[in-house]
């Protein structure tokens, strides 16, 4: 384990046995650069919001203070407002997931952002050693979630259709074999992030089928499945299944993550403890960032905006995808998105992604690297390249650059034999950061 | 232990050991009625938003997203943007914690309210057994958070001065007698919630040297030092100590609770380990929210504004204080905020303040049981009395209410003998939807 074993901290011997391996990446350092307007960056997980009709976002949100300023200015409860969970629950039945399926405003716990519904899911289910199944790669801040939990992530492999149903046997047979107990599956099915993969119809029944019969809950992460680009996704796992399923969901993707709206439907004998979670962690969600949503969820045409954010992510898809076929080096490969924000790459054999970083930097372009997606170090050939931040042009011109550098890295190979490889892989959690949050966007002089 | 015992709940089994006691109180569906607008609230946290310019508010929030949505309503980073750390720094040098003592940007980090900066330090240092030394009665949020945290509370008695000192030393022997391990000491030294009382400038001293010698690092909680009513408070903890200070703030109470900004200035080593631990649980503080006080802090005159809520709240505590010694039973006591939101009372000996409560919602009048304050059951005669939220009229009503209910106990139990008492107090944690956030406030018809 790489980490800061020389710097002078006096708090060392008092800190909680979770704190352990909380170290900050050497990559975050890097990533400062990343920010600037100079480089390309294909890292984040930033949505366009600059698509947005600026100008009647600013004057709704003007008016929450204006009109209803006693409310939307004051403290809330817990579980967030009522008229926000009714809007979520019409948000969901859309995508299949209504009141035939139990799904209620009284279940639906409001969270800040998405990444708090799974660190509550976390902080309920999971006792240090409890084991976590999920896709490999999967979404680095479930890893930290998971990590800050002392829970073990055990990983099962994907493929163009998704997790593979067979490889997900194995895993909670190799778990019960080692004398672990699975808490949970976390997974992504739709659009997932790294990878751009979506299970696909047949395996989402098989899925449920195998969890049921291991007696594993499932949790569904789902932020992207309104972001399809080839007509709709596969109705999600929580449309299939009334319990034993909890829905994540997050406005981050399909409105604006500056708000930090997100929210959990949870079983109904679990909500209730959610929400006491919940608030002994920020006693309650925002009431005007709550107040934001509800107002833009009823007064402005957001199936419109949603259907803007899919044709500009598209048209970026596109303009990765074809870039990475022109430029890209032979023996790499790439996944084929139809939805999302997201492409997972792979590297020629015997690249390093995380090595590259620096000269890719150096070269004004920046993804992020695939080993803070693995709880166990894989992903040094992969890297995540993200489509929806930048304008196609720069895009090209990222892929250009990107290139470029992997064309280096093999020719370096050929020479040297096996190029540098870094040091074991950074304890994921410190890859939130860089790899969701940051670098800060910059304004996009393309558009 | 009460609760609900017979639910039909199949996650039972599956639950992780911290959530085993996170049971909901009867009291918060009491509480739904205390929304009631006949209903009058001494219960809640909640500051009188309503005195703020709502107009002008309005106008600069809406500016927000016009001119600067492309980063108002993206992510951010982890620890909170520059610029309102830097706004936190001129904030805090007004009470004398400044560059020299060693207060910067770079060791600020956001949270989501005062909550989460009490979660984050809670998950830093607290494994399951450890204790917290804190007053008695303290934050109900802290008890949350540090119950959440599987830590153990040891209670140190205060007087009007604050903390005594001496109590202090005794708790921190009696823990190292019982072989534990005091990670650190909890504080509100300055009108503290929920007692009202302040903790005297020759104390501080006291309590700090004490700490140090005890090895004991120090959480100062100081969300209420500006609202002075009777001159400046004495300087914070921090503001007397480079090291082994964590000092804890927030928004809430100087703008508005809506937003849920709070910051925790971290000793150095720390804040990198803090950030890394936020990320985890939230990814990163909202952006809009941060822009909205730093804006609010750069552009609107918030110094006048804080001065208008002391002149306010001052006003609704004479209000209170007045009509308490006017009305109430001989035999019931009461504490004298210098500042603050709260007043702490004492019932006539023999009376359940937990016990009144559905009397006391029945002739329409909230307050928050003493119980919810204590980890250990105590506080069954004491209720805490909240006065910046209602008018002065509303507060005399208010009162006028809860004596004739605390009349009519008396009277009970002069016939019965000792009135009804409630079963063992409710696990903490869960008062806190009660005692901060809720009931949801209403508009008071009386300003």
Known sequence: MTGSGTTLDDYTDRYAQRVRGMTASEIRALFAVASRPEVVSLAGGAPYVSALPLDAVGEMLGRLALDHGATTLQYGIGQGTLELRERICEVMALSGIDGDLGASPEDVVVTVGGQQALDLVARLFLDPGDVVIAEGPTYVGALGAFQAAQAEVVHVAMDDDGLIPEALEAAITQVAAAGKRAKFLYTIPTYQNPAGVTLSEPRRERVLEICERAGLLVVEDDPYGQLGFEGDAPAPLRARRRDGVFYLSTFSKTFAPGFRVGWVLAPHAVREKLVIASEAQILCPSAYAQAAVTAYLTSMPWREQLKSYREIYRDRR??????????????????????????????????????????????????????????????????????????????????????????????????????????????????????????????????
């Open 318 to 447: 596109d303009a990765l995808l074809d870039s990475l076929t022109q430029l890209m080096p032979e023996g790499s490969h790439w996944t084929r998105p139809a939805g999302g924000l997201f492409v997972w790459a792979t590297l020629p054999d015997g690249l390093d992604a995380k090595a590259m970083v620096p000269r890719a930097l150096s070269a004004r372009v920046a993804y992020v690297p695939g080993t803070g997606f693995y709880a166990d170090g894989d992903g040094t050939a992969n890297l995540r390249l993200n489509f929806s931040f930048s304008a196609p042009d720069r895009i090209r011109e990222g892929v250009r650059r990107l290139a470029s550098v992997v064309e280096q890295e093999l020719s370096m190979r050929s020479v040297f034999g096996a190029v540098h490889r870094g040091g074991a892989p950074d304890d994921p959690v410190t890859l939130l950061d860089v790899a969701e949050a940051g670098p800060p966007p910059q304004p996009e002089s393309g558009r």
